[in-house]
């Protein structure tokens, strides 16, 4: 019997997913393994296997479609099958949309020149559209009523909404009662308030010929939209301060070197100046002194605090930028925040992480040492109420009893809501720090 295929449930904080691409077209034949189709969270890229043998028979979604999980996307079975049972309302129409588009692509230029004419004038009374197209034109500030149908029985289709905001007649919704399809002098030539009641002006005789384009449109990947949104929520609802110190970075790099030249002998992997950073972090947080640090912030007013640190890595990527989590960093050796840091970090750059590997973190680390950076101001990851930017290595100069003696140095630049904790606290945690550094294989020993 025909089976439906849907949108998979990758992660409890996964709600929707982009269907990207699809690999099959309907009327082909798939086995057990073959990809289907590939679909995107709001930080990795996968491809969804059937589970079925047999015939593709409908597609449900477009590829840039954003599907809810657990959702049906296509259905597989034998030529012939009663498959109205796994159609909605919407898709269900999709059928009669594209049997009406091949006539409407195959106009004749004068009949373009006519429904080009007479694209301003709107729909009277009714307007018949498919659920799609009401939601998209809601979506877009788009009045239907003078969009071109080109679906079955003269039905708006949800491609003639977006053809309406691409070249159609669009107002303001602060004019939106006052508008009959007349262009205005609002962004993109939408009608506005300004323009009601003003008589248009005469069109100029010659018009010079617009300047030839020197840019390009191209829409954002849905992880910047993602990472977009979370800083702007961050920046625009967390009063958020930077203290910034530096520590002598000598014992650190002493420390490794002797690591360096015996981890083969010793049996440890690679362990670099940022897994020491991490290590000393979750070994401070658990100090009581700063659980306003280790802590989310909920809905403005509730602190939660937390037993364990679940340390967020900032990564960067090909695709922009992740922050999984490494969770009870305060349990683990140097050698195992070593290994399992390079273990998130490769299944972000794969893009296959969980996404349960990209939320719950306590406090994060973002380190840009390795450019170069000598100060920045991270922004915090909402709900967390702070965040550790790492520096490069810099020579420093301080007077001892010798006379003045040149040594290696590492800033540490902490921003903290200022909600949930106070300067004098935040600056213990950077001093805390500090001296954790300094001393790191005396922090080993504890």
Known sequence: ?????????????????????????????????????????????????????????????????????????????????????????????????????????????????????????????????SPRAKNLAAKLGADIRFAVPTGAEGRVVESDVRALAENGPMATKAASGAFEGQAGSGLGGKFSVQDIGAVPAAAETAAPAAPEADFYDEKMPNIRKVIAKSMTLSLTTIPQLTHTIYFDATDMMGFRAKLKAGAESLGLGKITLNDMVLFAVSRVLKDPEYKALNANLIDGDTMRYFTGVHLGIATDTERGLMVPTLFNADQMSLSEISEKSKELFAACKKGNISPDLLHGASFTVSNVGGFGIEHFTPVINPPQTGILGVDGIVTRVRETENGLEAYKAMGLSLTYDHRALDGAPASRFLAAMKNALENFTILLSK
């Open 1 to 129: 019997m025909a089976t439906p295929v849907m949108m998979p449930n990758v992660g409890i904080s996964v709600e929707s997913c982009i269907l990207t691409e699809w690999h099959v077209k309907k009327g082909d034949h798939v086995k057990v393994g073959d990809v289907l189709f590939s679909y995107e969270t709001d930080k990795a890229t996968n491809d969804e296997a059937s589970q079925v043998e047999g015939t593709v028979l409908a597609i449900l979604k477009e590829e840039g479609d954003d599907v809810p999980t657990m959702q049906n996307v296509c259905v597989i079975g034998e030529e012939g099958e009663d498959i109205s049972a796994f159609l909605s309302s919407d898709t269900a129409e999709a059928p009669a949309e594209e049997a009406a588009a091949a006539p409407a692509a195959a106009e004749a230029p004068q009949a373009e020149e006519a429904k080009a004419e007479t694209k301003t004038v709107p729909t009277e009374g009714f307007v018949k559209a």
